[in-house]
């Protein structure tokens, strides 16, 4: 099944009309960016409103990992800062080809994307996973500090 389109979900919740949705089309054709930096650079909606679509989109769409089963990448753990995986309650599963695959157990989490990926300085996808396995591994690759004797 095809997810929704952006201008289809900022259209439905309210806040692009459709004349809107052909003006940001008319841009995005001319200029290759995207649909929602379009849409918020004319001020016909606001970062939350984008941020809101987009985990509408992603909800239906996110692959499902089972932490219990897969192993952990070691390596992807050393692409996401510490402060970052435990403030977002996101786990690094793996490293593949420039891109680094995160385990968040809710999508509405994935608003700090633009803040990982400029942190980080990698393409980042997104799978679901249980909140109890993501707490889990978390502890497990992201230890509490000892302190020093």
């Given at each position: 099944?095809?997810?929704a389109r952006m201008g289809e979900l900022l259209y439905?919740?309210?806040?692009?009309?459709?004349?809107?949705?052909?003006?940001?089309l008319c841009e995005q054709r001319q200029t290759r960016q995207r649909f929602g930096a379009i849409a918020v650079s004319l001020g016909f909606c606001q970062p939350e409103h984008v941020w809101a679509a987009w985990c509408s989109q992603l909800s239906g769409n996110l692959d499902r990992v089972n932490l219990d089963e897969i192993g952990i990448d070691a390596q992807a753990v050393e692409c996401l800062p510490r402060e970052l995986a435990?403030?977002?309650?996101?786990?690094?599963?793996r490293l593949f080809e420039g891109q680094l695959i995160i385990a968040?157990?809710?999508?509405?989490?994935?608003?700090g994307v633009a803040e990982m990926a400029r942190r980080i300085g990698l393409q980042v996808k997104f799978v679901l996973a249980d909140d109890a396995q993501i707490q889990r591994a978390l502890l497990q690759y992201y230890p509490p500090y000892q302190a020093a004797c």
């Open positions: 099944m095809d997810r439905r919740i309210g806040q692009l009309s459709s004349h809107d949705v052909d003006e940001v435990l403030g977002l309650r996101a786990m690094p599963v968040l157990s809710d999508p509405a989490r994935a608003d």
